[in-house]
């Protein structure tokens, strides 16, 4: 699938939240889930975790990812399977699927 079809795919699964606290509704601070870094569970299907701004840092792979999108200001997705980024590094590039629970840590650049 290419990378603008994936988008607008993807795009149509984005959620907006809403919360109530002492009957007063407010609206939940919205995600875009289309900028960034995004990792997904169940084939792309749900949002899993979203890294705006990936920053080259040291971060924890999300267990439950089975997918992950460069959206934006991404490069490639280094992963190791060890919990300090240390180790063999397995370029991800920015747009793959994996197996959950395969990487422990990553960084973004």
Do not use: Q
Request: proline share 7%; with cysteine; charged share 15%.
């Amino acid at each position: 699938m290419r990378k603008a079809a994936l988008r607008a795919v993807l795009g149509l699964t984005a959620v907006a939240g809403i919360a109530v606290s002492s009957g007063v509704a407010f609206a939940a601070p919205a995600i875009n889930w289309e900028s960034g870094l995004t990792f997904y569970g169940d084939n792309f299907r749900t949002p899993v975790a979203n890294f705006p701004n990936p920053d080259g840092g040291c971060h924890p792979f999300p267990a439950d990812a089975d997918a992950l999108v460069g959206w934006s200001n991404v490069e490639n997705v280094i992963a190791y399977r060890t919990d300090d980024c240390s180790g063999y590094p397995i370029a991800l590039g920015t747009l793959r699927t994996f197996r959950p629970g395969e990487y422990a840590s990553f960084t973004a650049f």
